[in-house]
């Protein structure tokens, strides 16, 4: 099978790329075009036991006590917002059953396509409002940001200690938290200069062999590191995988291509560009996400009695992915690091001189 298109489209004879899912797909696919999984209109588990990974991919024990009673709570809360805000009428068994049988109700493994279509509803709010009281936790426990960060450090560190393990074939790895004048460069540049606006506080760099490997990056990151409706709509830059040509030129894709939610094509138009400061070759696959951190027990200790916020928290990381020969490519001419920082650094003189306009040489 060929290789995994880059941007231009063109494909190079290589070892077969390993046939995938059609879940496993619209995974990948939602990732690389950044889109929304409120959008969705279904999803594709096929069993409970599925459900119950994707309750521990998600920071929860899907046999703690605790963890059931905060599924239930976060249903009731979308049921109410349902029906008072909008006038839905949840059907009864969807508001009775196993919380984590809704993901099958919403894959129509379960009920009718009615069922379906309220169960994706629920899942689609509890979604919402669970990120909601994660950042409100978040706020509320006794947690610095740089413990936070080395949480999520360790959490990545471990994914990439388990890919080399398994022989992916993972060329580098690095990442960290930002030194701060790095934090300051980057607000000083951008128009939106408040911290809440940076993404990539925390960064994580993977170089892969070949471009196909980060198709099956992605899906491995999405298994264990982040679920996949945590990572930020609209912050994905693709300039490496164009998931229609791959799609396309591998008859096993092609084949369950009819599934997807959206048709193929609307990826490319779409994506936002690379950052105004790289190179004119820069290419890189650039991901947010919202990674989910168990809260440590001593810090969940310390947090007030009675707050009903659960115990994750979300730690909110850049991970990049590029191919060995895009990297090596990355670095050269005005695509280096340093031509990058100097242009950066141009633009914040250029904006903090501004005052200076006006001012005469012989002035004190």
Not at 29 to 43: A, E, F, K, P, T
Not at 62 to 82: G, K, M
Not at 161 to 169: I, Y
Request: charged share 30%.
């Amino acid at each position: 099978m060929s290789d995994v298109a880059e941007q231009s489209g063109s494909f190079a004879r290589r070892p077969r790329l390993r046939t995938m899912s059609l879940a496993e797909l619209e995974r990948v696919r939602l990732i690389l075009r950044g889109g929304s999984v409120v959008d969705w209109y279904r999803l594709l588990f096929d069993s409970i036991d599925q459900a119950r990974a994707f309750m521990r991919l998600q920071g929860g024990d899907p046999d703690d006590p605790a963890d059931q009673a905060r599924l239930h709570a976060l249903r009731e809360v979308a049921t109410r917002y349902l029906q008072d805000e909008h006038a839905y009428r949840v059907p009864a068994e969807l508001h009775s059953c196993d919380p984590l049988e809704l993901f099958l109700y919403a894959s129509e493994k379960r009920g009718r396509r009615r069922d379906r279509f309220f169960a994706c509803l629920l899942l689609k709010t509890m979604h919402i409002v669970h990120h909601i009281e994660a950042r409100e936790l978040r706020f509320r426990a006794p947690l610095s940001q740089s413990r936070l960060a080395d949480l999520l450090a360790d959490k990545v560190d471990t994914f990439a200690r388990q890919l080399r393990a398994e022989g992916f074939a993972l060329v580098r790895y690095s990442g960290g938290e930002k030194s701060l004048s790095s934090l300051v460069t980057k607000l000083l540049v951008k128009k939106e200069h408040h911290a809440a606006t940076i993404h990539d506080r925390v960064r994580f760099r993977f170089v892969v062999d070949h471009p196909f490997d980060i198709v099956e990056l992605l899906v491995r990151m999405t298994e264990r590191l982040f679920p996949y409706n945590y990572v930020a709509p609209g912050q994905t830059v693709n300039g490496l995988v164009n998931f229609t040509a791959m799609t396309e030129s591998h008859p096993e894709l092609r084949a369950i291509a009819s599934g997807l939610q959206v048709g193929l094509g609307h990826e490319e138009a779409a994506l936002p560009s690379e950052n105004e400061f790289s190179g004119p070759s820069y290419r890189v696959v650039s991901v947010v996400a919202d990674v989910p951190i168990r809260v440590p027990d001593d810090v969940l200790a310390n947090i007030e009695r009675g707050t009903d916020l659960g115990r994750v928290v979300f730690g909110l990381a850049e991970l990049q992915m590029v191919d060995r020969a895009a990297d090596d490519e990355n670095e050269r001419g005005e695509n280096r690091h340093d031509r990058y920082r100097a242009r950066q650094l141009l633009k914040v003189r250029d904006r903090l001189e501004r005052g200076m306009r006006g001012v005469r040489e012989d002035e004190p």
